[in-house]
């Protein structure tokens, strides 16, 4: 965690006051830090409400092993390849986990903000559409979450790789930073893949395709670490994917309600009365 979730409310509150006070300024560079600061204040405000749910799910444990017991019989029944295998290979190369445990504490934050910072100043148009769908995506994770869900690193048979190299973001007995029995879904995953559909949608680079290592190295990081299950990172892309449906449609209805005319023209007095006989 970058910040408390109380310090994002805060500076989000400010940031909204200050574009509040501003909006008669003529001068141009004012107008830009405005535009800026009011979508900042919106990323924290989201960013808060996050961290918030986390503290408040923190309480709610009951039937958290049995969900993921759930969990893992839905992944054998797909025969999902097993997240305790893929952990023992690396935990032969210790410099291979211990990256794997800094991509999942470090690298999510940053690589979204980011891609809101290229997309708001390079692409401003295709700005609102996707900030959309990340609220929802987002909202929609933490609805899911206020289910307590196990991670792996509960079980028998596998590693908390974090407490092992003291790298972990969660501490002993669920004292650390962040939620322990938010596994499912994936938020790291969730962001990763807006991040990845973002870039590759956009950009027009032929470097694009490169994105694909940052999904890959999250879905590597939440499995090897034992943090998640397959199944966290797999629902986390099929919500983004509805998120993107439920934003498009509402935009496009929208701009038919703006485009539909109020009401038909007043018709001449003369024509209303020769009608009405």
Not at 18 to 33: K, N
Request: proline fraction near 6%; aromatic fraction near 10%.
């Amino acid at each position: 965690m970058w910040i408390s979730w109380d310090a994002a409310a805060l500076i989000a509150a400010c940031l909204a006051i200050g574009v509040r006070f501003t909006r008669e300024s003529p001068l141009r560079w004012v107008q830009g830090v405005r535009t800026f600061s009011r979508e900042l204040s919106l990323v924290l405000l989201l960013y808060a409400i996050w961290q918030y749910a986390h503290v408040w799910t923190r309480t709610n444990v009951a039937g958290a092993r049995d969900n993921a017991q759930w969990i893992v019989d839905v992944q054998h029944w797909m025969h999902l390849p097993s997240e305790s295998s893929l952990q023992d290979i690396f935990l032969a190369h210790p410099l291979w986990v211990q990256a794997m445990n800094g991509y999942y504490a470090i690298v999510h934050v940053p690589a979204l903000g980011a891609f809101l910072i290229w997309l708001f100043y390079r692409h401003r148009d295709r700005y609102p559409p996707v900030r959309n769908t990340l609220a929802l995506l987002t909202g929609s994770c933490l609805m899911i979450q206020m289910i307590p869900v196990a991670p792996p690193r509960m079980f028998p048979g596998y590693v908390d790789t974090g407490l092992l190299y003291e790298q972990s973001v969660y501490g002993r007995g669920g004292s650390g930073i962040a939620n322990q029995l938010s596994a499912m879904p994936s938020v790291h995953v969730a962001w990763a893949a807006v991040v990845t559909a973002g870039v590759l949608l956009i950009s027009t680079s032929k470097w694009r395709w490169l994105i694909l290592v940052h999904p890959t190295l999250t879905m590597l990081a939440i499995t090897v670490t034992a943090n998640h299950w397959w199944l966290d990172g797999i629902v986390a892309a099929l919500l983004l994917g509805l998120a993107a449906v439920i934003v498009r449609f509402v935009t496009q209805l929208a701009r038919r309600v703006q485009k539909s005319p109020a009401g038909p023209p007043d018709q001449p007095r003369e024509r209303v009365l020769e009608l009405s006989h």
